[in-house]
T-cell receptor, first 115, second 112 residues
Framework: GAGVSQTPSNKVTEKGKYVELRCDPI?????LYWYRQSLGQGPEFLIY????????DSGLPNDRFFAVRPEGSVSTLKIQRTERGDSAVYLC?????????????FGPGTRLTVL | AQKVTQAQTEISVVEKEDVTLDCVYE???????LFWYKQPPSGELVFLIRRNSFDEQNEISGRYSWNFQKSTSSFNFTITASQVVDSAVYFCALIGNEKLTFGTGTRLTIIP
């Protein structure tokens, strides 16, 4: 079956612009996670969804970042007024459910570059 | 707060040598899970292993083995008879409250 997919694979934008990053989880996975990986660092948690609701958004760095998952499947991470410091690889992961026994399967990521 | 430390930033070994990647963690949870992920140049994180804090038995999977020592809060990863395909960045991670906390990774280069 298909794994987690993310689009676009690369996004270049200018400072101040708005961007949307999309994640398609594995079919049937109820939990969805967003992480951000800066150059030379490990991924850092941003937000996770259980179904349609954001169960924990404590990792979002500020109110310019927002994510939705309206139908409990596809999720979109939205960044307003992008800044150069937002440049990173944004990773999405999904799992069958929540709980530590549920392995998180990662997508290939979207590389965001803010000029 | 949870923390994972991978002190080795980069390691290079000649093919067929054994190599150990170190991981030290901090958590206040009494029950937790530890993970290792591989990130090849393609960028996708590949799950390697998950370990329950109650199970301190070492685990071996082919050329890979893991040594979990609760007393020293370490979860080290050894690759025996390394191969060029093992070249990647390896991350150790800890899960708490559904969130994975990753270390900064160790870049492993296997020299042919």
């Amino acid at each position: 079956g298909a794994g987690v997919s993310q689009t676009p694979s690369n996004k270049v934008t200018e400072k101040g612009k708005y961007v949307e990053l999309r994640c398609d989880p594995i079919s049937g996975h109820t939990a969805l996670y967003w992480y951000r990986q800066s150059l030379g660092q490990g991924p850092e948690f941003l937000i996770y969804f259980q179904g349609t609701g954001a169960a924990d958004d404590s990792g979002l760095p500020n109110d310019r970042f927002f994510a939705v998952r309206p139908e409990g499947s596809v999720s979109t991470l939205k960044i307003q007024r992008t800044e150069r410091g937002d440049s990173a690889v944004y990773l999405c992961a999904s799992s069958r459910g929540t709980g530590s026994l549920n392995e998180q399967f990662f997508g290939p990521g979207t590389r965001l570059t803010v000029l | 707060a949870q923390k994972v430390t991978q002190a080795q930033t980069e390691i290079s070994v000649v093919e067929k040598e054994d190599v150990t990647l170190d991981c030290v963690y901090e958590t206040r949870d009494t029950t937790y899970y530890l993970f290792w992920y591989k990130q090849p140049p393609s960028g996708e994180l590949v799950f390697l292993i998950r370990r329950n804090s109650f199970d301190e038995q070492n685990e071996i999977s082919g050329r890979y083995s893991w040594n979990f020592q609760k007393s020293t809060s370490s979860f080290n990863f050894t690759i025996t008879a390394s191969q060029v395909v093992d070249s990647a960045v390896y991350f150790c991670a800890l899960i708490g409250n559904e969130k994975l906390t990753f270390g900064t990774g160790t870049r492993l280069t296997i020299i042919p």
